[in-house]
């Protein structure tokens, strides 16, 4: 397999990895709303009411510099970065 | 503007302008103290800021291709983040959603998630892979990957139907806040605020936007927050709002148990001004079913992947990882806002329902209510009703009628804030509206003077000539969209959601595929672009005429039936056609590495 497959099967793991932690905070949740909304969470909100408010919205945020450090690891380990002439 | 020495000096140029923009807010507050009128300080305020923006537009001007088109992509991942959330964040945004969320709870609350959520899709799927591409515009990805005019075209007509969609809601949303801060009629409104669009853009381009929207965020964030904070703060409720309000969205929660959801009868609702709705939901309990707020927040999501006035803001940064990295900071910033909105609308509301604080009005006589300064205020501006339903002589959670876009404007007033707050939240609504409809103005121009006019229709002309069609496009797209607005068909959220849903029906897959699919050709393509948006545009026409819709899909939701059409059309029609050639399945393999040239070349 040549270098670039391999970078791009890597790339292509960690899209799925974000995609499925994307799933979990835009859309698992709320599968659950009712039930989840029940229980007492962060800084005294209902549960499902604090991850519309906040919670989901700051995990995205993460998500994705997490992403883009991950990403920017993979196409340093395969040499295809780009080179800092800008 | 000399632009090494003008990027390099960023940080010193905003923090001095944010500063001065500081010591505006301090001079106007003094300057109501001394007597000076609630009305000459709104339009002071939304005067001074429109003259800075189009300073900004005035001193960017330009005569390059690569600086009108993507401001000579050069624009550092924070500003570039803060230009897309100005861009992202339009007056539907900025006045609308705390509104929402004040009526509707947890049911509209999705579209949080969704504006929010479709960002992880933008770092992953697509911004790193359209900036390495090194395209001007969407369409231009589309044109190139697949080959093709009418490829390219078929891309441009997507781009504008949700783009112009979306523009005259926008443009809707200047008008009617120049309109209240100028005291002029709206239908002129409308075109004081076109101009002053036109004023950002038309010189400069995206160079002229990219900095003008980094101006506009710092006035919006901080009309959005300021007033939160203060209000908290006032109300006891908590210093950081959005760590201590707990207790207050409990309250409302008791309250609402102890008042009740009373229906009010045809007959009754009917005296109710036109746009003007009570409390029927509750505030903080789940009150939609799973999949009716999943299949809103998923449509916006992929929509937020599609809309070409986003992805066009990540073809300004120096390098790939600078673009996804500043999808990071974009949607930092636009959490800044969207984390508040709900913050505002449960001071908002418990500031008027509950009995016990001086600014309630539930419980009150009706002749008590209609005394009040502020009741008299927004009731005159058609924002504002109560009415004594069952003649008891006092005011229920039932006979009390807000406009939605009360729920900004009007509640520092109510909170007893001094005027100057509502000066300035006026110049963040102005802030807000004009950015989007800038941003997208642009991208419609630009995807017909660069990829009708200049790729199809005369490949050989100058840049000067190129750029004067696309200023003169600009002029064109922003007086059709003004006249759309001035009849006042539709409602500014409902066509905001319409926009995405067409993006995402005619434009997710093909640009998702065109990265992550090598086998996905041209015939695929179009399939996909032309049949998911006339599948979306055909399910949207049917609810409307009433038809019953299936699967839930309602008509805020149409594009997740339109985006399944085009997924199947582009597979199946990619699979029964032949594979794209060598030299494309070449190209997708450089797109999607970030190292070595891009693939359009530096013109």
Known sequence: ?86 | MKQGNFIDNLPKIYGIYTGGFIGFIIIMAIAEQMGMTAKAIGIAFVAFTVFIYALIGYLSRTAQADAYYVAGRQVPTVFNGMATAADWMSGASFVAMAGGIYFKGYGYMALLVGWTGGYVLVASLLAPYLRKFGCYTVPDFIGTRYGGNLARFSAVVVLTVASFTYVTAQINATGTIASVALDIPFQYAVYIGLISILLCSMLGGMRGVTWTQVAQYIVLIIAYLLPVFWISNKMGAGFFPHFMLADEVARIGELESQFGFIKNSAADLATVPKGLAGITKAHSAVNATPWAFISLALAMMMGTASLPHVMMRYFTTPSVKAARKSVGWSLFFIFLLYSSAPMLATLSKLSLIDPNLSTGIIGKSIAEVQAIDWYQNWNQANLMFISDFNGNGTVELNEFFMGGKAVVLATPEIAGLPYVISGLVAAGGMAAAMSTADGLILAIANAISHDVYYKIIDPKAETAKRLVVARVLLVVIGFAGATIAAMEIQGILGSVIWAFDFAMSGLFFPLVLGVWWKRANRQGAIAGMLGGLAAGAWYLVWVRTGGSGFLGITQLTFGIFGSAVSLVLMVVVSLLTAEPDKATQKMVDEVRVPSGKPILGKQ
């Open chain 1, 1 to 86: 397999m040549s270098n670039q497959e391999k970078h791009w099967e890597k790339s292509r793991g960690l899209l799925m990895i974000t995609l499925a932690i994307w799933f979990v905070f835009s859309i698992g949740i709320f599968l659950f709303g009712a039930e989840m909304n029940e229980v007492t969470g962060p800084f005294g909100y209902p549960w499902t009411y604090w991850f519309t408010c906040q919670g989901s919205l700051g995990a995205f945020v993460i998500l994705i510099f997490w992403f883009a450090n991950r990403q920017e690891k993979i196409d340093e380990e395969f040499g295809f970065s780009e080179r800092e002439d800008e």
